[in-house]
């Protein structure tokens, strides 16, 4: 079946949701950076890989499905259908109306629009349809939605900014400011606010109910939603709450009683509550990740240049040079175990510990570099060393001392 070609004179002309496109900026911006740090990174890229064959092979199953096991509409299939989808597409502006399916959806009310390899699809569940009933505002409304999704090439940026979806929040908020633009064309498709608002209703209850709704008495709802916890469910959604979406399709029916910025604010104080120990943790772990990298290597009293300087004796003479100082570290910090203010924390405190008793004394100093020896303690148990001969720290030369194998 050919897809018919449309002459291109819209007479729909709508303006996106004002947060549409900064939000879609910010989701490829966001999104350029993690394919950028995908691609250089042999775990991200195959990541990548595998996650972006996986939904492919996900979404070519739900095609061939569609295709297998729904109804395409036609002009022998569902004329009218049919004939709505033409009408709308050309009204909106495209050049092609795009394949359209009827399917079973076990009582799903629902309806999307998707593309696959150059082909745009819209999909209807038949029991959205029959809900509409006779009524062709409200069935307009679904189809000119979905259309507006494929016009705006909302399903055509879906893998570009996918990694966005890692950004918490940022993929909803895209996801709904796309919903509110595409309701402004349901409504300029369905003709009438009426008709627009019957269609979203239709959503919420079905067809049997939706005309028995008191419309004002739904959109007080929204007060319940005015809350911290339900906001961030909004945030966390990707749709919007059907009661807002019929109150901006709707002018008429919005509550100004209810101010909005409440939920906001209690919403931030939630997340900034709950966010709080971790950025208190990632603090403190700054603060002390330098003592503890101190453990493992220790920072060095000599500069550079000093080091540059420093003559050390022949190789035999500087290792006796170290074992004497060993020892004498060694019964340096026992004395200090001994004597009740327990073992150094780090080289830094070992060291401040000796010149506090031996004020003005010489400090004892590797004498292959003239720098301190490095110092870790562990429990009641401790290690000295040197960097040796080759002058490197952790090589195969180090001169150490391990109490653990030594005498007490």
């Given amino acids: 079946m050919s897809t018919a070609v449309l002459s291109t004179s819209p007479d729909i002309r709508v303006e996106r949701w004002p947060s549409e496109i900064p939000l879609f900026i910010l989701a490829l911006i966001a999104s350029a950076g993690l394919w950028l740090l995908a691609l250089i990174t042999i775990i991200g890229l195959v990541y990548g ?19 297998g096991s729904g109804v395409r509409v036609g002009p022998g299939q569902f004329p009218e259908v049919h004939a709505a989808v033409e009408r709308l597409a050309h009204r909106i502006g495209m050049t ?51 259309l507006g999704h494929l016009y705006c090439g909302h399903v055509r940026w879906n893998f570009v900014v996918a990694p966005a979806m890692l950004v918490p929040f940022l993929s909803g908020a895209l996801s709904r400011a796309r919903e509110y633009t595409c309701d402004r064309y349901g409504r300029a498709g369905a003709g009438s606010v009426e008709g627009a608002v019957l269609g979203l209703t239709i959503l919420s209850v079905g067809g049997r109910f939706a005309h028995q709704i008191d419309r004002r008495v739904l959109m007080s709802q929204r007060s319940a939603l ?34 909005s ?84 924390w780090d080289t830094r405190e070992m060291y401040d510990r000796w010149n506090a008793v031996h004020p003005g004394g010489q400090e004892p100093l590797d004498p292959f570099d003239g720098s301190r020896y490095a ?28 109490s653990r194998t030594m005498p007490r």
């Fill in 375 to 402: 110092y870790e303690q562990r429990g009641n148990q401790f290690k000295l060393w040197s960097v040796g001969p080759d002058e490197e720290w952790r090589t195969g030369d180090d001169l150490s001392y391990d």
């Fill in 49 to 67: 890989v595998a996650i972006g064959i996986f939904v492919f092979l996900m979404h070519l199953a739900f095609i061939a499905h569609v295709r």
């Fill in 96 to 146: 092609h109306a795009p394949e359209a399916y009827l399917i079973q959806g076990g009582g799903m009310l629902n309806a999307l629009a998707t593309r696959f390899v150059g082909s745009d699809i819209v999909v209807l569940y038949t029991d959205l349809i029959e809900a509409c009933g006779q009524d062709e505002a409200a069935r307009d409304m679904i189809i000119a939605h979905e």
């Fill in 261 to 344: 910025s409440t939920g906001v604010i209690r919403a931030l104080a939630i997340l900034g509550m709950a966010l709080a120990p971790v950025f208190i943790a990632g603090i403190v772990g700054a603060m002390l990740f330098p003592a503890w990298i101190a453990q493992y290597a220790p920072p060095r009293t000599t500069s550079r240049s000093t080091r540059a300087t420093y003559q050390a004796p022949p190789s035999e003479a500087a290792t006796a040079q170290a074992r004497k100082d060993f020892a004498m570290l060694a019964s340096f910090i026992r004395e200090e175990e001994r004597g009740g203010r327990g073992m150094p």
């Fill in 226 to 259: 005015n809350t911290g916890w339900m906001t961030i469910g909004e945030w966390l959604s990707t749709h919007p709450p059907l009661v807002k979406r019929i109150a901006q399709v709707d002018p008429s029916l919005q509550d100004t009683s209810v101010d």
